[in-house]
C-alpha cells in the first residue's frame, strides 16, 4: 500500500490544498513546527512539566503566535489524535477500492498508526500521562476514540463483506479487539523502547487473525469419535 504522507497529515483538515499560497504555507509551516515541537517535549520532560513557553522556545515562535493555532498545550493532543484519525479515513476509503488482501491491509494499517509513536517511546508514555491527569483530554479523546472504532468498524465490514472475516461476530467487536491490541501492544513496548515494535505487532496480529478468520464449516463426511 501506498504510504501515507505524514507531514500532511499534522493539518487536522488533512493537508493545504495544492496551489495553497504563500501566507497558508508559512501558517502550515508554523503549526507543524509548533506540533512537532511539543510531541519532542513531551516525550523528553512529560506531558504536565511542559510549558507553552517551552514548546514556543523550541519551535522559535513568539508565545503570543502558540494561541493562534492552538488554544492550549491539550489541544496539541488532540491534534495528533486528529492526525491519526486522517490516516484511519484514508485507509477507509483505499480499502473500498483495493483489491489487497485484508491481512496485509491491517498489517499496514497497525505499522502506520504507530509510526510516530515508534520513534520515541516517551511519547506514548506521555501521550498516557496527558490522558490519565487531564479531564480536558479525557473527554475528547472518548469521542475521537468512538470516531476511531468506527472508522475501524468500516474497515472490519468491508473484510466481512469479502469473506475474509467471520460474520457471527459484529463488526464493531472486531474492531474493538484490533485496537485494544493495537494499543496495548505500543502501551507494552513503550516500557522497553526497544527496536522490537514491528516484531511484536506483526507476532500480535498473527495469533489474533486466526479469531477473525471465518471458521470452516463442518462436512457432513465428517468423522464422529
Given at each position: 500500500?501506498?504510504?501515507?504522507?505524514?507531514?500532511?497529515?499534522i493539518e487536522t483538515g488533512g493537508g493545504l490544498p495544492e496551489g495553497a499560497d504563500r501566507r497558508s504555507?508559512?501558517?502550515?509551516?508554523t503549526r507543524e513546527r509548533l506540533f512537532l515541537a511539543a510531541m519532542g517535549l513531551f516525550a523528553e520532560k512529560g506531558?504536565?512539566?511542559?510549558?507553552?513557553?517551552d514548546i514556543t522556545n523550541a519551535a522559535d515562535v513568539g508565545k503570543g503566535t502558540f494561541f493562534n493555532y492552538f488554544p492550549s498545550k491539550e489541544h496539541l493532543l488532540i491534534a495528533f489524535s486528529d492526525m491519526q484519525l486522517g490516516k484511519m479515513e484514508r485507509f477507509v476509503e483505499y480499502a473500498r477500492s483495493s483489491k489487497e488482501p485484508m491481512r496485509e491491509f491491517f498489517r499496514s494499517l497497525s505499522q502506520q498508526l504507530t509510526a510516530e509513536p515508534a520513534k520515541k517511546p516517551d511519547m506514548v508514555r506521555a501521550l498516557l500521562q496527558?490522558?490519565?491527569s487531564s479531564p480536558t483530554v479525557r473527554d475528547v479523546m472518548r469521542k475521537k476514540n468512538a470516531h476511531g472504532e468506527g472508522l475501524m468498524a468500516q474497515l472490519v465490514q468491508i473484510g466481512q463483506d469479502r469473506g475474509e472475516f467471520r460474520r457471527d461476530v459484529p463488526a464493531v467487536e472486531i474492531a474493538r479487539v484490533f485496537r485494544q491490541m493495537t494499543f496495548g501492544t505500543l502501551l507494552l513496548w513503550s516500557v522497553y523502547g526497544d527496536d522490537s515494535l514491528a516484531e511484536r505487532l506483526e507476532r500480535a496480529i498473527d495469533i489474533l487473525w486466526t479469531g477473525f478468520v471465518p471458521r470452516e464449516p463442518v462436512t457432513s463426511g465428517a468423522a464422529k469419535s
Open positions: 500500500m501506498t504510504e501515507l504522507n505524514e507531514q500532511q497529515l504555507r508559512r501558517s502550515a509551516e506531558f504536565a512539566e511542559t510549558t507553552v513557553e496527558a490522558n490519565l
